[in-house]
């Protein structure tokens, strides 16, 4: 019998690469997709790395792939948008190796900014979708997506979902395959995509969905099972699971590959049963097409696009049984927060001084938008934040501008942000820019990119130098300050905002929760020199707060940083060694 | 048994979950674990699930559906006393953290929170800080609270004490051993 073991759905996911013999793998970290680079990290046989945004590591693996070997690249949703260039044209290319695209949707935006369903870009892509409903089948379907990838000449899509990839379930561990490599073969008509060759390929993506679709209907992971039951289920992924957890005998049509549909099989399925409901998250992709094909099947008009599903919400919806639990109190509101000793605060802290409006990104500073602090103003997409400043002072001019800056994290620079950068020097752009070095990918869990000196193996590498970097593309007035260095930080913003020239502060100091970086010392509050001025508090630090009208540092949570202390005129904080 | 877990991001609450994932595998059990990574880490308000039984599906316990409840702060406790079903066990770390709303005025911290869960719920409260310090390290809150938690799960003690010593870093296997038992109550 083999070894089980409770396991993650990201470490699941990681355990099937590696058993299904696949030799690189290229990823950008994104909630909640990151941990299956940094479990496969851990395993000798495979190359994996982190890329600076997800169309470099798409492209990678792609070349991996063309090489001839197995291949990966992962992403969270939105990274597939970045990705998506190639994602198009690797649809008519195919592949040599096997290449699967492991893509983690957010239902219910846990961690997003958007929660977009990736199988409606699969089915624009004409690229097959595998789903697992646990972690067992999220490492099993993996060797299954290399093997559809080389018979039908695909890239594959391998969706997740935040309630699969953060769910741990048992998982039966398999060794790991050795898989030789292919040959390569020069074969311009296939991998070189000018029109004369991307019209031919066209024609075979076409005939390639209608080949898969139709011997689908006798794949094993597009499984009917239960008895005989008035409603039928057609559902896939975790969505499969509440619908068990509901109804444990019902009769279910599980799909394990979710495009192309297996039509034969879904009508056969619908004729058996009386009445057909579809449970899927997010759009309503399985429904609409069976819709076209002429059934009235249910499906969103019991169950919303948005969110996470649960058994309570399938029983309500199909039963009609309410839970007859207790309604919940009334709380405060516990929202994420930056953490004490974290640099942005000391970066937001000024901002909010000055009453400055900040074009922000994504990260952990997009919590710069919340009270006490309040200075980001807009949080779209990665590198946003400075194109999104250029427009608006291409808008409203310089005088407008002196009011905003753009701020950025130093991995989401190094993402996109730099191409937005090389706009503002092509376009004569005045304006300041923030790149809030902290030294890692904070949000996601303290992940390397290119600036900090460690590869994802933990191999030391060239660490990219913000300030030559930003020079050397044209912005001649670039400086790096030491982010908790307030007042450097406010007379440099003073000096050069509302100036017709473009500014790149470095303000540079260490992410809190990075190994190694708590001061030596904490501060604590001298009592009788406090008068209660509260300007400690508006930084928002969650180690301050004031106990019947007397304000508290609490020790155990305090991160010495001092920047309470810069903030109070009456030298009521003082730092202690720890 | 659905075995829900909440606290603010930071606690160690995930910690806990897998340990009690790794004994009920060990029990024979089906196991699922939901956690949460990502934003919510940062603070805020923080759940996780572990479901054992002959057969688990949906990873999430939902409202009206816990036999226990962990919480490792009370007003976390609070908020989600609902989830326990009406013979549910809560075990709560009488400890207070602020959220922000409640620090910049936004909102009042409720008060004999305690108090009122007793009132409908079986209640088992401890100072999990104040107790940590008795063994001289405030970051074994999480192996106390376990401890506590422990005696209203069906497993043996040495069962937990074997997860434990798996689980928590190897320096720290004895001093998490004593605030197991320190909270299992030997």
Known sequence: ?578 | MNVMIVGVGGQGTLLTSRIIGKVALEGGYDVKISEVHGMAQRGGSVVTFVRFGESVSEPVVEENGADLLIAFEKLEAYRYAHYLKKDGILVVNDCRIDPMTVTIGAAEYPENIIEELQNGHTVYALNAETAAKTLGNSKVVNSIMLGKAARYMPFEKEKWLQAVKETVPQKTVELNEQAFLLGYGE
Not at chain 1, 442 to 452: I, K, L, V
């Open chain 1, 1 to 578: 019998m083999s070894e089980k073991k409770i396991m993650l759905g990201n470490e699941a996911i990681a355990r099937g690469i590696w058993e299904a013999g696949a030799k690189v793998s290229s990823a950008y970290p994104g909630t909640p997709s990151t941990e299956i680079s940094e479990f496969l990290a851990t395993y000798e046989e495979v190359y994996a790395e982190w890329a600076p945004n997800e169309k470099v590591a798409l492209e990678v693996a792609a070349g991996a792939s063309i090489a001839g070997v197995r291949a990966v690249a992962s992403m969270k949703h939105v990274g597939l948008n970045v990705a998506s260039d190639p994602l198009y044209t690797l649809a008519y290319t195919g592949v040599n190796g096997g290449l699967v695209i492991v893509v983690a949707d957010d239902p219910g935006i846990a961690s997003s900014q958007n929660e977009q369903d990736t199988r409606m870009i699969a089915r624009s892509t004409h690229l097959p979708v595998l789903e697992p409903a646990d972690s067992q089948e999220a490492k099993d379907f993996i060797s299954l997506a290399f093997e559809i990838s080389e018979k039908y000449d695909t890239p594959v899509i391998f969706r997740t979902t935040t309630k699969l990839s953060h769910s741990q379930s048992i998982v039966a561990l398999g060794e790991r395959r050795e898989i030789e490599d292919k040959e390569y073969e020069r074969n311009a008509k296939k991998y070189v995509m000018m029109p004369a060759n991307a019209i031919q390929r066209h024609k075979f993506v076409e005939e390639r969905e209608n080949k898969l679709a139709k011997e689908a209907c006798a794949f094993s992971i597009n499984r009917v099972e239960g008895e005989e039951s008035e409603i039928g289920f057609i559902t896939s992924g975790i969505a499969y699971q509440y619908v068990k957890e509901v109804f444990p005998k019902a009769k279910i049509l599980k799909l394990g590959l979710v495009n192309p549909l297996p039509k034969q099989l879904i009508k056969e399925f619908i004729n058996s049963v009386k009445r057909t409901v579809v449970v899927e998250e997010l759009e309503p992709v399985i429904e609409e097409q069976i819709r076209a094909w002429g059934y009235a099947v249910d499906g969103k008009n019991l169950f919303t696009v948005q969110g996470e599903y649960n058994a309570n919400m399938l029983k309500k919806a199909i039963c009609g049984e309410n839970n007859d639990g207790v309604a919940p109190k009334i709380t405060p509101a516990r929202p994420p927060i930056l953490c004490s000793g974290c640099p942005h605060r000391a970066v937001f802290s000024v901002l909010n001084k000055l009453k400055i409006h900040a074009s922000g990104d994504i990260g952990c500073y997009t919590l710069g938008a919340v009270a006490p602090l309040n200075v980001i103003d807009t949080c779209i997409c990665m590198g946003s934040s400075v194109s999104g400043l250029h427009g608006i002072g291409k808008a409203k001019g310089d005088e407008f501008l002196k009011n905003w800056v753009a701020v950025i994290g130093d991995s989401t620079f190094l993402h996109t942000g730099i191409n937005s950068l090389l706009n503002m020097v092509y376009n004569k752009a005045h304006g300041v820019v923030i790149i809030l070095d902290n030294r890692t990918t904070g949000m996601t869990g303290h992940q390397d990119h290119p600036a900090t000196g460690k590869t994802l193996k933990g191999e030391e590498t060239y660490a990219v130098d913000f300030v030559a970097l930003c020079k050397a593309i044209g912005v001649e007035d670039t400086v790096e300050i030491n982010a908790f260095d307030v007042s450097a930080l406010e007379e440099k913003l003073k000096a050069t905002l509302g100036k017709q020239t473009l500014t790149v502060i470095v303000a540079r100091a260490p992410c809190a929760l990075l190994k190694g970086q708590k001061f030596p010392y904490y501060c604590t509050v001298e009592e009788e020199k406090c008068r209660h001025c509260n300007a400690c508090m508006k930084i928002g630090c969650p180690a301050i707060s004031k106990e019947n009208g007397v304000i508290k540092i609490n020790l155990a949570a305090c991160n010495g940083c001092g920047l309470c202390q810069s903030y109070c005129k009456f030298n009521a904080i003082k730092k202690v060694e720890r």
